[in-house]
């Protein structure tokens, strides 16, 4: 079930599998199977593993790939980038059907709550 990824330097991240994944239209539709999808680094095939989905790049990512990017990306912080990242959070955890939600809080952090 997807649920979020939590992680030390506050990207907003979504673990999902690949049917949650193909149910919402990542990768490519293959009949009769799970959608193709493939990490948006590495390129290996994901459908069959925890899928990551990072909102600050809207990219599906495998497991070393989407820890890789936590621990050596700059998170940033502008206003631009953090309401791309919370839009796209909202977008993909309303289709998943996810209670939380992002937004900022009044000192321009991002946080996770469930409206
Ligand atoms: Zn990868």
Do not use: W
């Not at 009949?31 to 925890?50: A, P, R, V, Y």
């Not at 989407?66 to 309303?94: C, G, K, P, W």
């Not at 939380?100 to 709550?113: L, Q, V």
């Amino acid at each position: 079930m997807a649920k979020v990824y939590n992680n030390d330097r506050g990207f907003l991240v979504i673990q999902m599998n690949g049917h949650e994944a193909s149910n919402i239209g990542f990768g490519v539709p293959i009949t009769g199977l799970l959608n193709q999808i493939c990490c948006g680094t590495c390129n290996d095939s994901i459908e069959h593993k925890n899928i990551y989905y990072v909102a600050g790049i809207n990219e599906v990512l495998c497991e070393e790939c989407v820890d890789d990017f936590v621990s050596s990306m700059n998170h940033y912080l502008d206003n631009d980038s953090l309401r791309y990242e919370e839009t796209h959070f909202n977008i993909i955890a309303q289709r998943l059907g996810m209670e939380e939600r992002a937004r900022r809080t009044h000192d321009g952090k991002i946080e996770i709550f469930k409206p």
